[in-house]
């Protein structure tokens, strides 16, 4: 149980190109999803959190207009990072929680996306 | 402020058993994470401690002391797919989860 799926995996795009990246809760209901990046050999630095059908909430320092979040659904989100560049080239994951707040995170399996 | 403390990188051999600890400062608290992470994967969910004690799970156990601030992950009968990152993360009093930087862990023949 508690399958997250995450597409696409790879992502190489040029730049100035919009990469839309989805996040699907297969076996429960996510009330609450959750948007990471992550660099090389460092740590997990969250990005935003959603909620379903209400706006993200971004953490500091991250653009939202640059990464648009979209929880239309209990299981489903969307990352959107628009006009990439390549200093977005990153990891990205997501993780969804189910109704209980205190319910662990279960994670996708990453995006990886590189902007030429 | 809140913080995640673990160590860095721990070594031990196969067949083995290690200790990762981690010790939490978290506003209020719901609950102690570990995730698995490898490298160049997504992390997966190993264990949740809220209450006091041991909670094993196979190979896997997961001990809390919230007294101490203090938790630690037990790793028996090491394999060398057990190389990874461990993730100790502390749940506040919103239900956010605070993100240790991970412990690299090294299982050499």
């Known amino acids: 149980g508690a399958v997250v799926s995450q597409h696409p995996s790879w992502v190489i795009c040029k730049s100035g190109t919009s990469v839309k990246i989805e996040c699907r809760s297969l076996?429960?209901?996510?009330?609450?999803m959750f948007w990471y990046r992550q660099f090389p050999k460092q740590s997990l630095m969250l990005m935003a959190t959603?909620?379903?059908?209400?706006?993200?909430?971004?953490e500091q320092g991250v653009e939202k207009d640059k990464f648009l979040i979209n929880h239309a659904s209990l299981t489903l989100s969307t990352l959107t990072v628009t006009s990439a560049h390549p200093e977005d080239s990153s990891f990205y994951i997501c993780?969804?929680?189910?109704?209980?707040?205190?319910?662990?995170?279960?994670f996708g399996d990453g995006t990886r996306l590189s902007i030429l | 402020g809140q913080n995640i403390d673990q160590p860095t990188e721990m070594t031990a051999t196969e067949g083995a058993i290690v200790q990762i600890n981690c010790t939490y400062q978290?506003?209020?608290?719901?609950?102690l994470f570990w995730y698995q992470q490898h490298a160049g994967e997504a992390p997966t969910f190993l264990s949740y401690?809220?209450l006091d004690g041991l909670e094993e799970k196979g190979r896997f156990s997961s001990f809390l002391s919230r007294s101490k601030g203090y938790s630690y992950l037990l790793l028996k009968e090491l394999q060398m797919k057990d190389s990874a990152s461990y993730l100790c993360?502390?749940?506040?009093?919103?239900?956010?989860?605070?993100w240790g930087a991970g412990t690299k862990l090294i299982i050499k023949p």
């Open positions: 993780s969804a929680r189910g109704v209980r707040e205190s319910s662990p995170q279960h």
């Open positions: 076996d429960f209901q996510a009330t609450t």
């Open positions: 959603s909620n379903e059908g209400s706006k993200a909430t971004y």
């Open positions: 978290t506003s209020g608290f719901n609950g």
């Open positions: 401690n809220v």
């Open positions: 993360a502390g749940m506040d009093s919103n239900y956010q989860l605070i």
